[in-house]
Structures are given as structure tokens and as C-alpha cells.
């Protein structure tokens, strides 16, 4: 019996607001400070380069393969398989990435909620507290204090459940094509005042100086495949979820090429946002979300006008977390609308409330319900090692297996827009082989197999 297949209306306005939309889900967080660390650990400018070969060569076809399984299916991201090949166990593919967004979902809104937090923090001035140690004894009493932890975490359901409920056009395009200018313009203002600072060289450098021996490390190649293959966002069915509102006449290829390069050039202003600032203040720059609530702040007392930094950061920082909680929110509410035939409005308030009701213990997972033992993993970081680690490289592998054998040649290449000839030959097996083999690479050195 195969899964109800609801009759498909609502479609991005452009290939301007589709790409919008995209970037909006694949930027986040993480993207603002891991990438640039990743890239100074792992050989600079030589990881540069092997980083826009993985994207190109292994982030460019799985994208183009999920845009093109969305917009041939025009239906939700688990009702999309079973159309496209009923057999077990390829009709069960969709919901490795349905499960990742709302494992996803328990947590991500958590940490904005951190970054709506200190934006409050900065507007209102109460975010100055004196000396290095009042800003690390901040950060904790944040993640600490339930009520504060619970309030800023369901000010970000509730924003993103109403962008969602408001329904593709009039709610989550709309949203993309003003928040995702605001954010490429405060992105790009603070690179640029970034790049006056002492440090800019130091950071540039830190960034960009290829270390040519990085390519004769195995892990070196690795690290850049996996940040090539999560920084877009792939796997979680967001990307074929939107890709059902593709319209047809938009090539798939040309618009899945602009958002990997979209997406990596975010990455790279962000590290001349912040390590500029790192460098000249004497941080240590090898930190992961301590460095932007516990030592940042320091860096934005001492800096002239540090506080309309610190605004302009953490606003950016905001609309990130809120377009990707919009866009892991819009895959599962899409297969609940599919399956029960429900308005949006009822599917995206449930939805969100069972979200919502998730990611209370791992809101409180740092207070009252934080691990017993000093050095025990909390909620959020077990559950963050789950999906990165399992659901979305598995998601990954399934994809590819599914478009590159069970998926008709001839018609996944029409769908992908690809004429016959060697360019859809060699898109089709590099998901028959390639992406296979180098995802589950990737997913071993993760799991500590290799």
C-alpha cells in the first residue's frame, strides 16, 4: 500500500527565493565557527582546496539528487521514496532524514535559544558583566537556570512553528528573503570591520596559508569531506522537502551549484568575522561554542563600539538558528499535511509542540537534570553525536544507493535535468559508488572505527 500522495500547490515564487530558502536551512550555527576552526586545524589554503573539491565533487551531486527526488516527486521527503520506488527497503529511505530533523529539532532551537538570550543581554546592557571569569560564570548560569533556558527556547519554537504555519510562500519564503539579505549584509559588515583589526593578518594567515604537508594526512581529507557533506544541510529530507517546491522550469544542477558555493562562501566570511577579533585580542581561536558565549563577550567589552558588535553578531547568529529550526520543522510538518491531510496551520502547531515537548529535558539538560558525573556527555551532546554521526551519513548513503540504482537511469537523469550523455553518466555513478564508499569513510573516522 503505498503512501497517500496529496495533490501539490505551493511552490517557491523564484529561483531568487528558492535559493534563499536553501541557504537559510544549510547556514547555521555551526557553520559561523567550525568551519573556519576546521580550516586552521587541517593545512589553511591546502584544506581550502580540498574542501571546494569535496563540495564539488561529492556535496554538488547528493544535493542535486535530493532537489531532484523533491521536485519530480512534489511530495514530502518519506512519501517521495515509496512513489519513486515502492520496494522495500528503498520506501523506508525517507524516514532516516524525517527522524534526524526532529532528533535535530530537540536540541537546535535549545542553543538558539542561548543566542536569543544574549542578544537580550547585549540590548539591554545587562550582557557587560566585569572581568574574564564573569563572562564564563554567564554563559553557565544561561545554560543552567531553567527558566531561562526553557523561555528563550520556546520563544524560538514559537517564531519558528508561526513561520512554518504560515505556509511555503506567505511564511517561509517570505521570512528567507528578509532575513537571508539582512544576514549576507550584517555577514559581510563584520567581515570587512574584521579585516581592520590588528589581527587580520594573523587570522588570514590562520585561515588561508596552505600547509602542503596537511595533504599527505588522511585525516586531512576526511575532515573536509565530512564538513563538505553536513555544511549543506543533506540528508535530513530538507533538501528534497524544498526541492518539491522547485519549480519545474529552474535548472537543478546551475541552482544546486550556486547554493554549495553560497554555503561555503558564508563559511569563509565568517572566519574573517570572527578570527580578526580572536587573533587581536590574544584568544585562543581552538574552542567550539565556548568561544562565542563565554569568550567573545570579552572580545566585544575591550572592542571600540563592542556592544553594537555584539548586537550585529548575535543577531546574525539568530537568523541562522531560526531559518534552519524553519526548514527541520518543514519536513516533518510536510509529511504529517501528506499523510492526515491536514491543514497547516493544526500540522505545524502539533508538530512543534511535540518538538517542543522533546527538547525540554535537553533544555535543562546543563541544570537540573545535567549529567550526575562531572565528565558525563549531556542530553544535547548525545543526542548531537546520534544524528551527526549515524542518522545523517546513513540518510546520505541511502539517498545515493536509492537515486543511482532503484531510481530508473533514464528518469533520474531527466529529473535531475541531466540530457543523456557523460555528464548524467558520471552524476549516476558517482551515487552508485563514490558517494557510498566516501560517506561511509567518513562516517567510520566519526564513530572512531578508523
Same mark, same amino acid.
Given at each position: 500500500?503505498?503512501? =497517500? ?12 527565493? %528558492? ?12 557553520? #559561523? ?27 554538488? *551531486? ?23 520506488? =515502492?520496494?522495500? *527497503?528503498? &520506501? ?5 532524514? +524525517? ?12 542553543? $538558539? ?14 550582557? @557587560? !558583566? ?13 545554560? @543552567? ?19 512554518? $504555519? ?24 563584520? $567581515? ?9 593578518? &594573523?587570522?588570514?594567515?590562520?585561515? %588561508? ?8 594526512? =588522511? ?32 535548472? /537543478? ?35 567550539? =561554542?565556548?568561544?562565542?558565549? $563565554? +569568550?567573545?563577550?570579552? +572580545? ?10 555584539? #548586537? ?26 501528506? &499523510? ?5 496551520? &493544526?500540522?505545524? /502547531? ?7 515537548? !522533546?527538547?525540554?529535558?535537553? @533544555? ?21 553525536? %546520534?544524528?551527526?554521526? #549515524?542518522? /545523517? *551519513? ?38 552508485? #559508488? ?17
Amino acid at each position: 500500500m503505498s503512501e =497517500p500522495r496529496p495533490e501539490k500547490t505551493s511552490q517557491w515564487t523564484s529561483g531568487y527565493a %528558492f535559493l534563499l530558502a536553501a541557504l537559510g536551512a544549510a547556514v547555521g550555527i555551526g557553520n #559561523i565557527w567550525r568551519f573556519s576552526y576546521v580550516v586552521g586545524e587541517n593545512g589553511g589554503g591546502a584544506f581550502v582546496i580540498v574542501y571546494l573539491v569535496a563540495v564539488l565533487a561529492l556535496g554538488w *551531486p547528493l544535493l542535486i539528487a535530493e532537489l531532484a527526488i523533491g521536485r519530480s516527486s512534489r511530495t514530502d521527503a518519506v512519501s517521495a521514496f515509496a512513489q519513486i520506488s =515502492p520496494a522495500r *527497503p528503498w &520506501r523506508w529511505v525517507g524516514w532516516i532524514g +524525517v527522524l534526524a530533523c526532529i532528533a535535530i529539532l530537540s536540541y537546535y532551537p535549545v542553543v $538558539a535559544g542561548w543566542v536569543v538570550n544574549y542578544l537580550w543581554r547585549y540590548l539591554d546592557g545587562s550582557a @557587560a !558583566l566585569p572581568g574574564p571569569a564573569g563572562y564564563s560564570a554567564q554563559f553557565e548560569t544561561v545554560i @543552567a537556570d531553567p527558566g531561562q533556558a526553557l523561555f528563550f527556547f520556546s520563544f524560538v519554537m514559537v517564531a519558528t512553528i508561526a513561520i512554518v $504555519a504560515a505556509g511555503v510562500e506567505r511564511g517561509i519564503e517570505r521570512a528567507c528573503t528578509v532575513l537571508m539579505p539582512v544576514f549576507v549584509l550584517l555577514l559581510v559588515l563584520l $567581515a570587512a570591520y574584521g579585516l581592520t583589526l590588528d589581527g587580520a593578518g &594573523r587570522a588570514l594567515s590562520f585561515l %588561508f596559508t596552505p600547509d602542503w604537508d596537511a595533504l599527505r594526512r =588522511p585525516a586531512t581529507y576526511l575532515a573536509a569531506i565530512g564538513q563538505a557533506f553536513f555544511s549543506i544541510g543533506l540528508g535530513m529530507g530538507v533538501l528534497i522537502t524544498y526541492g518539491s517546491y522547485v519549480p519545474a522550469r529552474e535548472n /537543478l544542477p546551475r541552482a544546486a551549484l550556486l547554493l554549495v558555493l553560497g554555503d561555503s562562501l558564508i563559511a569563509l566570511l565568517a572566519g574573517l568575522m570572527i578570527f580578526p577579533a580572536v587573533f587581536t585580542y590574544g584568544v585562543d581561536p581552538a574552542q567550539g =561554542p565556548t568561544l562565542v558565549f $563565554a +569568550v567573545l563577550p570579552e +572580545v566585544f567589552q575591550v572592542m571600540p563600539g563592542g556592544r553594537w558588535i555584539a #548586537i550585529a553578531f548575535f543577531l546574525l547568529l539568530f537568523i541562522a538558528a531560526l531559518t534552519s529550526s524553519v526548514a527541520l520543522l518543514e519536513v516533518p510538518v510536510a509529511w504529517v499535511i501528506a &499523510r492526515w491531510k491536514w491543514h497547516r496551520g &493544526r500540522a505545524a /502547531l502539533l508538530v512543534g509542540a511535540f518538538s517542543l515537548a !522533546l527538547g525540554v529535558p535537553v @533544555a535543562l539538560g546543563y541544570g537540573v537534570l545535567a549529567p550526575a558525573a562531572t565528565d558525563g556527555a549531556s542530553l544535547l551532546d548525545r543526542i548531537d553525536h %546520534f544524528s551527526s554521526n #549515524i542518522l /545523517l *551519513p546513513a540518510s546520505g548513503i541511502a539517498v545515493a544507493l536509492m537515486a543511482g540504482w532503484a531510481w530508473h537511469s533514464d528518469s533520474a537523469r531527466h529529473a535531475a535535468d541531466f540530457s543523456v550523455g557523460v555528464v548524467g553518466l558520471a552524476w549516476l555513478w558517482s551515487l552508485r #559508488i563514490t558517494l557510498p564508499l566516501v560517506i561511509g569513510l567518513v562516517m567510520a573516522q566519526s564513530l572512531g572505527w578508523l
